[in-house]
């Protein structure tokens, strides 16, 4: 079996057996690996810590026919210990590692963009320094941009027309001028329009400014573009408090 080394955070665990595992991983150069840690619920496994979710790690695979081998583990950042110690981090967390899941697509293709966003916003997350909501909801503007589905928060997402405009639709493409409004579209505040804008340009100093009526409008058109774009909602979404 071939051998190769990459950076990855660990998304998601399963059971595999009475002590192996199946890790999910977004990684730095190989995208998304789904490897079998083989003994790694065993109390004698030498890197079993190293490999739950939010842990950023660095790995030697051994390429396997369905699923590569977990050969070695090195932690890079413990992010789960800084992120699991708090629950609004905990879930509002676990939601970025689901979505990073949904959007990258295919196993072994290079996504990189996607894995620099997930490190960043956990960095972000587990320093503590800036609102958990406010850092997911930045984050989930962002991957959903890489991912192809940058919404419009200036000109119409449909003609172009400069804005500002009243209506949002998330299966629009983001704000809508008069003419292309479409039925069921919300009507947020100016405000709200311009903390979405600053929220996916990482524009922490409107975020951190704007008041909680309008981060709360804000929160809940994020969850609708996402769920639109996704199709299907997440599991982990259910149990942030938003």
Not at 66 to 90: C, H, K, M, N, W
Not at 137 to 151: I, Q, T
Request: aromatic fraction near 6%; glycine fraction near 10%; proline fraction near 4%.
């Amino acid at each position: 079996m071939g051998l190769y080394r990459d950076e990855a955070v660990v998304l998601r665990t399963q059971k595999l057996g009475e002590a192996d595992r199946i890790i999910t991983l977004l990684t730095r150069g190989n995208g998304r690996v789904r490897a079998v840690a083989k003994g790694v619920r065993r109390t004698s496994s030498r890197f079993g810590s190293r490999l739950e979710p939010f842990t950023y790690v660095d790995l030697q695979l051994a390429e396997g026919r369905s699923l590569d081998v977990v050969t070695q583990a090195e932690t890079l950042s413990p992010f789960a210990a800084r992120i699991g110690s708090d629950y609004e981090r905990y879930t509002a967390g676990t939601v970025m590692l689901e979505t990073a899941e949904r959007l990258v697509i295919e196993d072994k293709e290079p996504a990189l963009q996607q894995f620099l966003l997930l490190i960043g916003a956990l960095r972000a997350m587990s320093s503590g320094e800036r609102s958990p909501s406010a850092v997911l909801d930045s984050f989930l503007l962002r991957s959903l941009s890489v991912a192809g589905y940058a919404p419009s928060f200036d000109g119409c997402a449909r003609c172009g027309l400069e804005g500002p405009h009243r209506a949002f639709s998330p299966s629009g493409g983001g704000m809508l001028c008069s003419t292309c409004r479409v039925p069921g579209s919300a009507s947020p505040a100016v405000e709200t329009v311009a903390l979405l804008g600053a929220l996916l340009a990482g524009d922490w100093a409107v975020v951190e400014a704007s008041e909680p009526r309008h981060r709360k409008e804000a929160t809940g058109l994020v969850a609708a573009y996402l769920a639109w774009h996704l199709e299907r909602g997440l599991k982990s979404l259910s149990h942030v408090e938003r």
